[in-house]
């Protein structure tokens, strides 16, 4: 299904924020790599992890970003595809109906570079965050793995 961490482990900066700790804990426990990389403008903290999934023959990374309330994290994939303009109704039809068919994980057009995009909000309190952002982290892998075929028809 998936195999984390071809990627090496490059510490940025360390882990500030308690979710991001809990979850990093976690995936040192697991053995999965990942990179600190710091706070962006919005004031998240950002995490990446490198996944490479055999069975589609697909490598992305999946972004993480924490939110400094510790309750909040957005996980994205960018740019799973990027298409030519005329592909753009038929792309479009292709994400509506993976959004559609799996819930949880949704997936987007941007039309200002003709990418795709998958992405999962995660709301979460004090406990069990590691699990929670994990179970996240398997749901992107798994719809991932399920709607790439559909989308990489398209891809240039």
């Known amino acids: 299904m998936m195999l984390f961490g071809l990627c090496t482990t490059a ?16 995936m040192d426990e697991k053995g999965v790599s990942y990179s600190v990389e710091g706070l962006d403008s919005n004031g ?8 490479t999934d055999s069975d589609i023959n697909y ?20 740019n799973i595809i990027t298409f030519a303009d005329a592909d753009f109704a038929k792309v479009l039809r292709t994400v509506n109906s993976l959004n559609c068919k799996y819930k949880y994980v949704r997936f987007t057009v941007d ?10 909000d995660t709301i979460f309190r004090t406990h ?29």
């Open 11 to 26: 510490f940025a900066t360390e882990a500030q924020y308690a979710s991001t700790k809990a979850f990093l804990a976690l």
């Open 44 to 51: 998240n903290e950002m995490v990446s992890i490198g996944n």
């Open 59 to 78: 490598s992305y990374t999946i972004r993480y970003f924490f939110d400094d309330g510790g309750e909040n994290c957005s996980l994205r994939v960018w």
């Open 111 to 120: 039309e200002s570079d003709n990418t795709v995009t998958a992405a999962i």
């Open 128 to 156: 069990d965050i590691d699990e929670i952002i994990w179970e996240a982290t398997l749901y992107v892998v798994d719809i991932i793995e399920a709607g790439y075929p559909d989308l990489v028809v398209y891809d240039q």
